[in-house]
């Protein structure tokens, strides 16, 4: 009995034996992947590493490749490296996280995950970035100013990475006596109460995870209630260009004792009892003029620097005429467009007048002469600081074909004949050679008018201005012509039914 119990649990053990060889030996491949720290601090140290295991599980082993990637953002300057990225399980690989000095602060995911041919498996690391700041900019209360408040607002700049920063203020420009310092979240703190008229000093610094910045620059300030100001000041009642080099200034201040000016914003006048008004010298030479102005009241505290400017221009324009038309020995045939041009580097051209034969003075740059003889011309220009141009003056000619026709014509009328009954003929052929010089004008001015059209709308060689003038010139003569036309016309008509009369 005995024998057959041993034989039964002899064959139950080799049972159990086979039962889990065969069943391990069916298990299908599996693995896992940790990190170890999952926490990567980049704070301190620009490097740092995480051992990433890869273990079997199940199964027989398989190849894993090892990749990484970052969830949901990215930080800037931030590298990840695998120094083993496949094997068979049971393996290890160093995966080293190193920033650079552009890194973005703050805290990302990076997902390690293993893979091999039919599965994957992940595991996630945090990582904290922080970087060192940079030393605040101070922004207000300004360098060297007397605030209007004794609660001023300390303001500075944003720093990328800073986690808060620390302000101090202190009666010396050493820190020694400090009034008092305050820990912020924010870039601007509302100052405790100051003393009146005193002067103080303030720096801020920035902190981060990984260090302080330095320490800002170091601005003065005063506090006062009512601080000296220049609340405006104008040259020449407020002139954009002048021609004298001594101008008059208006000042306006409040609180202020004395005062002071500059001609560069550097180098300053002796202080003076404050004035409202000033006679000013400008700086030598044609060309903007700054005139800086401060006041300082009666502790000697000085006001910000207050700037207004003006143009000197002694030095007047220069105009040159150009003229255009059909010239010939004898003129310009019918009429001649003069087109003035005028430059003043300083100021500019205010205005150009002109005026022929000594006639009333136009405002222009282009008009036309028509009428048949020799001209004189005069023109200048004046600058918008109101400088004069020396009278400029040229001689031209004009004439007209018809007119000196006609005049030979009825010169030799006269010397041919004696007797009225001549003369009356003779008049009726020089009516016929005023229509035929009429009409001859008349098609030269429609022949000149296209051409003016042509240079203006097709070559555009002459402006608008001067297409306009020389135009109008134009038609002016096209109306006189046609009026002397019908006038002939019209004693032509009534000598036909009075013959008589002749």
Same mark, same amino acid.
């Given at each position: 009995?005995?024998?057959?119990?041993?034989?039964?649990?002899?064959?139950?053990?080799?049972?159990?034996?086979?039962?889990?060889?065969?069943?391990?030996?069916?298990?299908?491949?599996?693995?896992?992947?940790?990190?170890?720290?999952?926490?990567?601090?980049?704070?301190?140290?620009?490097?740092?590493?995480?051992?990433?295991?890869?273990?079997?599980?199940?199964?027989?082993?398989?190849?894993?490749?090892?990749?990484?990637?970052?969830?949901?953002?990215?930080?800037?300057?931030?590298?990840?490296?695998?120094?083993?990225?496949?094997? &068979?399980?049971?393996?290890?690989?160093?995966?080293?996280?190193?920033?650079?000095?552009?890194?973005?602060?703050?805290?990302?995911?990076?997902?390690?995950?293993?893979?091999?041919?039919?599965?994957?498996?992940?595991?996630?690391?945090?990582?904290?970035?922080?970087?060192?700041?940079?030393?605040?900019?101070?922004?207000?209360?300004?360098?060297?100013?007397?605030?209007?408040? +004794?609660?001023?607002?300390?303001?500075?700049?944003?720093?990328?990475?800073?986690?808060?920063?620390? +302000?101090?203020?202190?009666?010396?420009?050493?820190?020694?006596?400090?009034?008092?310092?305050?820990?912020?979240?924010?870039?601007?703190?509302?100052?405790?109460?100051?003393?009146? /008229?005193?002067?103080?000093?303030?720096?801020?610094?920035?902190?981060?995870?990984?260090?302080?910045?330095?320490?800002?620059?170091?601005?003065?300030?005063?506090?006062?209630?009512?601080?000296?100001?220049?609340?405006?000041?104008?040259?020449?009642?407020?002139?954009?260009?002048?021609?004298?080099?001594?101008?008059?200034?208006?000042?306006?201040?409040?609180?202020?004792?004395?005062?002071?000016?500059?001609?560069? /914003?550097?180098?300053?006048?002796?202080?003076?009892?404050?004035?409202? =008004?000033?006679?000013?010298?400008?700086?030598?030479?044609?060309? +903007?003029?700054?005139?800086?102005?401060?006041?300082?009241?009666?502790?000697?505290?000085?006001?910000? =620097?207050?700037?207004?400017?003006?143009?000197?221009?002694?030095?007047?324009?220069?105009?040159?005429?150009?003229?255009? &038309?059909?010239?010939?020995?004898?003129?310009?045939?019918?009429?001649?467009?003069?087109?003035?041009?005028?430059?003043?580097? =300083?100021?500019?051209?205010?205005?150009?007048?002109?005026?022929?034969?000594?006639?009333?003075?136009?405002? /222009?740059?282009?008009?036309?002469?028509?009428?048949?003889?020799?001209?004189?011309?005069?023109?200048?220009?004046?600058?918008?600081?109101?400088?004069?141009?020396?009278?400029?003056?040229?001689?031209?000619?004009?004439?007209?074909?018809?007119?000196?026709?006609?005049?030979?014509?009825?010169?030799?009328?006269?010397?041919?004949? &004696?007797?009225?009954?001549?003369?009356?003929?003779?008049?009726?052929?020089?009516?016929?050679?005023?229509?035929?010089?009429?009409?001859?004008?008349?098609?030269?001015?429609?022949?000149?008018?296209?051409?003016?059209? =042509?240079?203006?709308?097709?070559?555009?060689?002459?402006?608008?201005?001067?297409?306009?003038?020389?135009?109008?010139?134009?038609?002016?003569?096209?109306?006189?012509?046609?009026?002397?036309?019908?006038?002939?016309?019209?004693?032509?008509?009534? &000598?036909?039914?009075?013959?008589?009369?002749?």
């Amino acid at each position: 009995m005995k024998s057959k119990k041993c034989l039964f649990a002899g064959l139950s053990l080799l049972f159990i034996f086979i039962f889990s060889t065969t069943h391990a030996a069916a298990q299908e491949f599996d693995f896992s992947i940790s990190a170890s720290p999952e926490n990567i601090d980049l704070t301190t140290d620009n490097s740092q590493d995480s051992t990433i295991t890869v273990s079997l599980l199940s199964g027989t082993t398989e190849n894993v490749s090892l990749s990484g990637a970052w969830v949901d953002s990215t930080p800037t300057g931030v590298t990840a490296s695998f120094d083993v990225t496949e094997g &068979g399980p049971n393996f290890t690989s160093a995966l080293t996280f190193t920033k650079n000095s552009n890194a973005t602060p703050g805290t990302f995911t990076y997902r390690v995950t293993g893979i091999d041919n039919s599965m994957s498996r992940t595991t996630d690391l945090t990582v904290t970035v922080s970087v060192v700041p940079s030393a605040p900019t101070l922004v207000s209360p300004g360098d060297g100013v007397a605030t209007d408040s +004794l609660t001023p607002t300390f303001d500075w700049d944003d720093v990328s990475g800073a986690e808060n920063y620390t +302000l101090e203020v202190a009666t010396d420009i050493n820190f020694n006596n400090k009034v008092f310092t305050k820990i912020t979240l924010d870039s601007s703190v509302t100052s405790e109460q100051l003393s009146y /008229g005193t002067t103080y000093y303030w720096r801020v610094r920035a902190a981060s995870l990984a260090a302080d910045s330095d320490w800002s620059s170091v601005w003065g300030f005063t506090s006062k209630l009512s601080p000296p100001l220049v609340t405006s000041v104008a040259a020449a009642n407020n002139a954009t260009y002048t021609n004298i080099s001594v101008v008059q200034l208006t000042i306006s201040a409040q609180n202020a004792v004395e005062m002071s000016f500059s001609d560069n /914003g550097t180098g300053w006048s002796d202080w003076e009892s404050f004035q409202a =008004t000033k006679t000013y010298a400008l700086p030598a030479g044609d060309g +903007l003029k700054n005139i800086y102005v401060c006041v300082r009241d009666n502790i000697g505290d000085i006001s910000q =620097t207050s700037r207004t400017t003006i143009t000197l221009d002694q030095a007047p324009p220069a105009t040159t005429y150009d003229p255009s &038309g059909n010239l010939d020995e004898a003129g310009y045939r019918n009429s001649v467009i003069i087109q003035l041009s005028s430059v003043d580097n =300083t100021s500019g051209v205010a205005s150009t007048k002109y005026r022929v034969d000594n006639s009333i003075w136009n405002t /222009g740059s282009t008009f036309v002469i028509s009428t048949a003889g020799s001209h004189t011309v005069e023109y200048y220009s004046t600058d918008q600081s109101g400088n004069d141009e020396s009278v400029n003056v040229f001689e031209i000619a004009v004439y007209n074909p018809s007119t000196i026709s006609e005049t030979v014509w009825v010169a030799l009328g006269i010397l041919a004949v &004696g007797a009225v009954s001549v003369i009356v003929a003779n008049s009726k052929m020089k009516n016929r050679r005023k229509l035929k010089a009429i009409d001859k004008e008349k098609a030269e001015l429609i022949k000149l008018m296209k051409e003016t059209e =042509t240079k203006f709308y097709k070559d555009a060689t002459i402006s608008r201005g001067t297409f306009d003038a020389v135009m109008g010139e134009y038609r002016r003569r096209m109306a006189e012509l046609e009026k002397d036309e019908n006038l002939i016309k019209f004693k032509k008509s009534k &000598g036909a039914k009075h013959p008589e009369k002749h």
